[in-house]
């Protein structure tokens, strides 16, 4: 199409400052064929991203290659259209898993990192791994329990998972729900004394994990500060305040913190 039947939005400017469709332009009563192709592109990303299943098998490989142990869990939802139509069933574990756990001989860690699929196993693959390198290097005085990587998992699934381990403090490293310009973007629940039937409440979030949001670093600097003021206060939630930026120097790259959002 000719550059002539074009009509640019005088918003153009704003766009340096946003990943936000603003300004596309318009050619007729629609949007140019440019913008309207990458629009198109990142819907079916963002399906994509819901649908993809989680390669267990290779997160468990590169973890152990880094020096971590792992554990394998599934949710009681048995695939993913039971996943995504029954919220329920992602937040228990199945019966197989609960008996595998029950079985774990392990002294009780003071934290457990958790791997979740959730809405967007591309992120929980692509983030987990960097993010948890990130924030490990930071506990050295911790004892950190094996990595458990769950299929068809939500935030809460975490819960029974740390109640089980008998650990003090449960991570929960998540697939968010993707968005039309972010389908790998990774979601941080952190709960103090999980056990089945914490309320969102009663966890702190950290999220947009992902290089073009909250970088690994940024998080990692979060997640230890909102740790480190867990285990001494001995809780987590709306009586745990996020103040980590101000020890920064500079603040971290854009994130979103909130206290009882379960994106996924």
Not at 61 to 80: K, M, Y
Not at 212 to 218: D, F, K, M
Request: proline share 6%; aromatic share 4%; glycine share 8%.
């Amino acid at each position: 199409m000719s550059k002539d039947f074009l009509e640019k939005n005088p918003w153009n400017a704003l766009r340096q400052f946003t990943n936000a469709r603003i300004a596309l332009g318009r050619a007729g009563n629609s949007l140019p064929t440019a913008p309207l192709l990458a629009f198109n592109l990142s819907h079916a990303q963002a399906r994509d991203a819901v649908h993809q299943p989680l390669d267990a098998e290779s997160l468990h490989e590169q973890l152990r290659a880094n020096g971590f142990t792992t554990l394998d869990v599934h949710s009681a939802a048995p695939d993913r259209q039971h996943y995504l139509r029954r919220p329920d069933l992602g937040r228990r574990l199945s019966d197989e898993s609960r008996e595998v756990l029950k079985q774990v001989a392990v002294e009780p860690p003071e934290v457990v990192f958790v791997i979740a699929d959730g809405l967007s196993a591309f992120a929980a693959a692509k983030q987990s791994i960097p993010l948890l390198q990130a924030v490990c290097s930071k506990l050295g005085d911790w004892k950190i329990g094996p990595v458990v990587i769950a299929r068809q998992g939500r935030v809460a699934l975490g819960d029974e998972i740390g109640e089980l381990l008998g650990t003090r403090l449960v991570v929960m490293l998540i697939g968010e729900r993707p968005g039309l310009s972010s389908p790998d973007s990774l979601g941080i629940y952190l709960t103090y004394a999980p056990k089945v039937g914490c309320s969102d409440a009663q966890r702190n979030c950290i999220s947009n994990v992902r290089p073009e949001g909250l970088s690994y670093a940024g998080a990692a600097h979060k997640l230890h500060y909102l740790l480190t003021h867990a285990r001494r206060l001995g809780l987590t939630g709306v009586g745990l305040k996020d103040d980590s930026d101000a020890l920064l120097e500079a603040p971290p790259a854009t994130a979103d913190i909130a206290l009882t959002s379960e994106s996924e």
